[in-house]
């Protein structure tokens, strides 16, 4: 199998949409074998921060909230997008765990999961997930006004549960899950 190492050709570039919510931009590109595209369009933004959160005593910290994309609640961690001025992508984790939940986590007890890509083929948006151990309630929640978060504490089966039963659905939240089960050893793999 031949791979064609050549690069799409952005002949064109200008924005569609700049709100404090979403960017958007319009391309026109050429492709290696000459099929000219005129309208590509990309998603940007900096990027967002999930955490998987766990209690002392075993649990999973997780939020159920209406999400209008779907008009529908959803199971999820924790997570956010990168404010302006947030140069760490660990910064954002401490500030949407403690935003979205009430609960923050030691330094020493955070570390990187996984840095992912959010859709390679459509937007620019990366994603860090963070695993937090022995989250502890520290404060309250300081959600942004267009969210109604409630929090729930489950055990590692009953999260598992949640994943089988389409419960727990977002695709990168279960992706982060089943890394956190790895990382915590709760699932075994051999690589």
């Known amino acids: 199998m031949t791979h064609n190492k050549q690069k799409w050709v952005t002949l064109s570039s200008h924005r569609v949409l700049d709100s404090p919510y979403l960017r958007i931009r319009c391309e026109q590109v050429a492709l ?3 099929v000219i595209i005129p309208d590509y369009y990309i998603i940007e933004n900096p990027g967002w921060v999930g955490v ?3 209690t002392e005593d075993g649990r999973f910290l997780l939020n159920k909230q209406y999400k209008h994309g779907i008009g529908e609640k959803v199971l999820e961690f924790p997570a956010g997008g990168i404010d302006e001025g947030e140069h ?3 910064q954002t ?6 935003e979205e939940t009430g609960y923050s986590v ?3 007890q955070i570390e990187l999961l996984a840095h992912m890509l959010a859709n390679p083929t459509g937007s620019v948006a990366r994603i860090w997930w963070y695993l937090a151990r022995n989250v502890r309630k520290t404060g309250e929640k300081k959600i ?3 969210e109604e978060i409630e929090n729930l504490l489950v055990t590692p089966s009953e999260l598992l ?3 089988h039963d389409g419960t727990f659905a977002v695709q990168g939240q279960i992706a982060a899950a089943y890394m956190a089960f790895e990382r915590l050893g709760l699932l075994k793999i051999e690589m």
């Open 52 to 54: 998987v959160p766990i």
């Open 88 to 90: 760490d992508p660990l």
């Open 144 to 146: 942004d006004p267009a």
């Open 106 to 108: 030691a330094p020493g």
């Open 32 to 34: 290696p074998g000459g």
């Open 161 to 163: 549960h949640l994943i």
């Open 93 to 98: 984790a401490h500030r949407e765990l403690m």
